[in-house]
């Protein structure tokens, strides 16, 4: 399996509280991404990279910010975060672009009460 | 990017050969056809990507056919641990930098093997 872990693995945390989510890989890929996946919406693109500092949008990038500051750190932050944001977040790496084979992480489960 | 569909689910017995079609018919001509499994709590797992015609690995084949407006996933003498999500991607293999991009898993076909 490629070396993809995400952290914390679980939280729970109150509306209004920032949160940050943390995707680390080993792969030394050049792509990685943040998706959550909610019941009825399957998987959506949150954000992505495709190089250190290099970031754009997704599908659903309201809310949500990212950072990647070294090739195998790339940072999820909800500023304010929301019920709304309650969700599994999954990270991935590619060594190409979006349709490239990607490589899963085995995601966070956020809770926002 | 292109749009899919693929039907929500769909059921099966052990030891008998699977196919999800996926259509997409404004596939443009630079975007390669994906097809990724998920089992519940784990992140989606890349099974297959094809451009045209037909593509076989150790675990499934890909069926395109000329125009590319459809693709069929085939998963040979399922087993009950196949029972999974499976996804169709359409899109260039590159990130289009700008603009952002909106390369969609969409919701998948859940697939239910039995004894």
């Known amino acids: 399996d490629a070396g993809i872990t995400q952290s914390p693995r679980h939280k729970v945390t109150e509306t209004g509280t920032p949160v940050t989510l943390r995707c680390h890989q080993t792969?030394?890929?050049?792509?990685m991404y943040w998706y959550r996946q909610d019941p009825g919406h399957g998987l959506r693109l949150i954000h992505y990279?495709?190089?250190?500092?290099?970031?754009d949008k997704g599908e659903v990038s309201d809310g949500y910010s990212v950072s990647r500051s070294k090739t195998e750190d790339f940072l999820l932050t909800l500023e304010s975060a929301t019920s709304s944001q309650t969700s599994v977040y999954f990270c991935?790496?590619?060594?190409?672009?979006?349709?490239?084979?990607?490589?899963f992480g085995p995601g966070t489960r956020l809770t926002v009460t | 990017l292109a749009k899919t569909t693929q039907p929500i689910s769909m059921d099966s017995y052990e030891g008998q050969e699977v196919n999800i079609t996926c259509s997409h018919n404004?596939?443009?001509?630079?975007?390669?056809i994906t097809w990724y499994q998920q089992f519940p709590s784990q992140g989606p797992r890349f099974i297959i990507q094809?451009?045209?015609t037909k593509v076989t690995n150790e675990v499934a084949s890909l069926f395109i056919p000329a125009d590319r407006k459809s693709s069929t996933l085939s998963l040979p003498r399922v087993s009950l641990s196949d029972t999974a999500v499976y996804y169709c991607?359409?899109?260039?293999?590159?990130?289009?930098?700008?603009?952002?991009?909106?390369?969609?898993f969409g919701t998948g076909t859940q697939l239910k093997v039995e004894l």
């Open positions: 990279s495709y190089g250190v500092k290099d970031t």
């Open positions: 991607l359409v899109g260039d293999l590159y990130i289009l930098t700008g603009g952002g991009n909106k390369l969609t």
């Open positions: 991935a790496i590619s060594e190409s672009g979006l349709n490239y084979e990607q490589y």
């Open positions: 094809g451009y045209k």
């Open positions: 792969e030394n890929h050049r792509y």
């Open positions: 404004n596939i443009a001509t630079n975007d390669y």
